[in-house]
């Protein structure tokens, strides 16, 4: 075989032009389905304001070395820190009220809350919930998950322990409006359906509770499973449309869909045992994160079958959808302990859906 013609300066020079083309093209595609980048220590939980077009990062720095944490800001399309919001206190759990544009951090350590102005970044207020000191006999009530109803300008936060509580929070004044008690064991998981007026829990107990956001009252609370096995359902999304909620559970390898008309059990998705789950209505789809098996996966909400899944090693940890339901946000961790921590920052990623 004749190979000269391809030794041609020419020729070879188009042939480099091809291949850096492709390429480049190839690398525009994975950077569109795909960014990741370090943020910070300690990252937990996130909120998107679209009217702000941006992103936010609650991290908890380093556990030795800062009293404090950072909220970063960063944009959403390149995941750049645009601005980082210091705190004396360590943010955990994030929501965001669009209405008022009032971003809210639950401060698990300190048995608190704090509210920023998403649009300024200035600490509008703080609200300690359990002021007890922390002894040997006394374990304060730690704040986990968080829901803002815009209607009605509340916030609504689980205060875990070996008996749970739900603050209602007034997030015009930042007082505490109620305390709805008895939603059981490390009551963790936390979603609300505004229009409804209903609020939904799970616990450590394998509960559903469903309360009534007109009265704070439990209107019913059910066993999901029966079944004779170890189950932690971590936390929910709703279909509200569908009347239905999609329940990760960090015991099973199974992600759970549970109609939210009477608690049953409408179907089990075979995947890894989970931590965090989002529903996203524009695309019919679930997103839930898979933190010892270091992946993400999407779940048909039609056929309930896994599509796709996506590698994210180490410990993904906290989603984020953006209001066009066009991209996820996923924050992962890297490993550490209590004796060791990680010697890098955590990552947040960006998918295009």
Known sequence: MNLRPLSSPRLRGALLLGSLLVAGTFNVHAAEEMLRKAVGKGAYEMAVSQQENA???ATTQSRKIDKGGVVYRLDPVTLEVTQAIHNDLKPFGATINNATQTLWFGN????????????TGEVKGRLVLDERKRSETVKPLQPRELVADET???????GIGKESVIWVVDGETLKLKETITGTGKFSTGLA???KAKRLYTTNGDGELLTIDTATNKVLSRKKVQDDGKEHFYLNL?????????FITDSKQPEVLVVSLKDGSVMEKVAAPESLAVLFNPARNEAYVTHREAGKVSVIDAKTYKVTK????????????????????????????SRQQEATQPDDVIRIAL
């Open 309 to 336: 899944t996506f590698d994210t090693p180490t410990f993904p940890n906290s989603l984020a959808l953006s209001a066009d339901g066009k991209t996820l946000y996923v924050t992962v961790k890297q490993k550490s």
């Open 108 to 119: 698990t350590t300190n048995s608190a809350v704090t509210a920023i102005d998403a649009k």
């Open 237 to 245: 999304s709703l279909d509200v449309a569908g009347q239905r909620a």
């Open 55 to 57: 992103l936010w990062v």
């Open 192 to 194: 609300l359906d505004e």
């Open 152 to 158: 009605t300008n509340t916030v609504y936060i689980t």
